[in-house]
């Protein structure tokens, strides 16, 4: 039972341990403009308001993925091979809606108008907003994990702190605006030139 919990914590974990080291060095903490993280999306949020202020670019109508970078397709795999993980867990991600409340967050970027300065905070913020609502799924679902697995309830609540952090740190690097990747910051809008 421990080991499918645990082949959970490594679906949402293989996409982006090699993510970790960086976003750890990057300052993730602060925004302010002297961390490294700052400096290296700064101008990518300054060239989507450049594309935002173009009145002939338009935001297109919202579309999800689930959870993002394979997330949302490697959980129903596993679901799909392994019984009692989709008996206990379902076809999707248990926090899928938090996933979608981001996707949101991130179509539009902020409001046509928003700053650099702004969007930087406001995709931040987002993020943050993400990592706090996995880790409320975890400690609604400590009681009946922690029985389906034989674990304590604060057992299941650090596993989801963990995995927590790691759509966290995924979102961070794999988020920034003006990349071309389809979960981008802005992905509503036109690609960046």
């Known amino acids: 039972m421990k080991h499918t919990l645990l082949c959970t914590a490594l679906v949402i974990a293989t996409p982006v341990l090699g993510s970790w080291a960086i976003a750890e060095s990057a300052g993730e903490n602060s925004s302010n403009p002297d961390t490294f993280e ?3 999306e700064i101008r990518e949020h300054e060239a989507l308001g450049v594309l935002k202020s173009n009145p002939l670019n338009q935001l297109s109508e919202f579309t999800t993925d689930g959870c993002s970078g394979g997330l949302s397709v490697g959980w129903q795999y596993l679901a799909g091979k392994i019984q009692k993980f989709n ?3 379902g076809m999707q991600p248990p926090w899928e809606s938090c996933c979608i ?3 949101r967050a991130y179509h539009s970027g902020g409001a046509r108008e928003t700053s ?3 969007s930087f905070d406001l995709r931040k913020s987002a993020d943050q907003i993400l990592k706090t609502c996995v ?6 679902r400590s009681g009946e994990l922690g029985g389906a697995y034989g674990i304590s ?7 989801y702190v963990f995995i927590s ?3 966290y740190r995924a979102v961070r690097i794999g988020g920034i605006p003006c990349t071309g990747l389809p979960w981008r910051w802005g992905f509503g809008w036109p690609e960046c030139e």
């Not at 309830?153 to 596993?159: D, G, M, P």
């Open 87 to 89: 008996e206990v867990h």
């Open 101 to 103: 409340s981001h996707d």
């Open 38 to 40: 700052y400096q290296l």
């Open 135 to 140: 880790q409320r799924t975890g400690t609604d």
């Open 153 to 159: 309830s604060k057992e299941v609540e650090r596993l």
């Open 165 to 167: 952090s790691l759509m």
């Open 116 to 118: 650099a300065e702004q």
